[in-house]
């Protein structure tokens, strides 16, 4: 591909809703990607990962979008793929932030991951060797390794070389998009991923069908319940995890922004619907009281915590069917 023809193409103009297909919507905030303060937070942001490279950006806008219709809020203008290349291979130094993983994962996070690969095993009536689970846009494959570790057939989509042959050697097979067969998988794990893609209506139907009837799709992206808040605010200052922090709308990254409701539309139009992952912790770790002294720690840091917890497991002792309301951009959603 020649250099003209690249450029042609290195922005990408996303003229409705990449979720729900809305032309309405509102403007919500735009300024050019080379000038503040959107130029300081890419800056600041990329310094100490890599660098821009801000001659792409001449004359392009950062341009914020609210859906009218399931309340999506998408950025406008995303890069095309040429640019999206650059910034995970070049503007994100992948020798970096392997590093940084390296560093900051520690055994917590692995017993996280633990947790949350048994809690989902607790959810099927088959050996964990009958199942067999994707993990879409799986990274260095630290999830994939894990359910694996359960004897779980582990696959994995990743589109960066160095995340592959890493996921390689603890045997976790990777798997093009294109190449996803219908009805393989009981579960599909997608967590950090669905803010990125330039596309998600289409991704979401393609994973729905290769998910098997009965299996289960988790979709974990930054809470964008209070994005109209942070709007308001408009303080591209603040840090990550800061109340009024943009970053679950940072530009060039984080192209889509949900919110409960929006991501729960997302699903039913590809015929998943929301689901409850019942399990309860205090229910297995009553045969194992050091956890459960832990587990009631937790679940006494507010006393009204307590009540609900307890309440639902007596409930489900009970045999009655516990429905709380969805909340938070952390979903499962089952294909019925
Ligand atoms: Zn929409």
């Known amino acids: 591909m020649d250099t003209l023809e690249l450029e042609s193409n290195l922005f990408v103009i996303r003229e409705s809703c990449p ?25 600041d942001f990329y310094s100490v990962q890599g660098a821009i490279e801000f001659k792409y950006f001449e004359n392009q806008e950062y341009d914020l979008r609210g859906c009218n219709n399931c309340g999506l809020v998408y950025q406008k203008t995303i890069l095309g793929d040429f640019l999206m290349g650059k910034l995970y291979s070049n503007w994100i130094d992948p020798a970096f932030t392997e590093k940084v993983i390296e560093k900051d994962y520690d055994k917590d996070y692995y017993l996280s991951n633990t947790r949350l690969a048994y809690k989902i095993l ?8 009958d199942l ?22 582990s696959f994995g ?25 219908e009805n393989s998988f009981d579960f599909i794990n997608t967590d950090q991923v669905f803010e990125h893609i330039s596309d998600p209506k289409s991704i979401i139907e393609k994973l729905s069908k290769s998910l098997k009837k009965g299996g289960i799709l988790r979709i974990c992206v930054p809470d ?13 200052a603040s840090p990550k995890g800061h109340k009024n922090s943009l970053n679950v709308v940072a530009p060039l990254e984080h192209i ?6 929006s991501l729960i539309d997302l699903a039913k139009n590809s015929g998943l619907q929301w689901h409850y992952l019942n399990y309860y912790p205090a229910l297995e770790l009553i045969e194992n009281k050091a956890s459960l002294l832990n587990e009631i720690k937790i679940a006494t840091m507010l006393p009204i915590k307590i009540i609900k917890y307890f309440g639902r497991i007596v409930k489900i002792k009970l045999g009655m069917k516990y429905t709380p309301v969805p909340t938070g951009t952390n979903l499962y959603f089952k294909k019925t």
């Open 122 to 129: 607790t959810e099927f009536k088959k050996k964990p060797s």
């Open 132 to 153: 067999s689970f994707l993990d879409f846009g799986m990274g260095w494959g630290n999830w994939a390794k894990t359910v694996a570790s359960f004897g779980v057939n």
């Open 224 to 236: 964008g319940n209070s994005i109209h808040e942070k709007l308001k605010v408009m303080d591209w």
């Open 19 to 43: 979720c729900c297909g809305s032309k309405t919507n509102s403007a919500l905030y735009s300024c050019k990607f080379n000038e503040d303060p959107v130029k300081q937070y890419l800056i």
């Open 256 to 261: 889509n922004c949900f919110t409960t409701t």
């Open 157 to 181: 989509v990743e589109i960066s070389e160095e995340r592959i042959e890493n996921a390689k050697k603890y045997g976790i097979k990777n798997l093009k998009l294109d190449d996803l067969k």
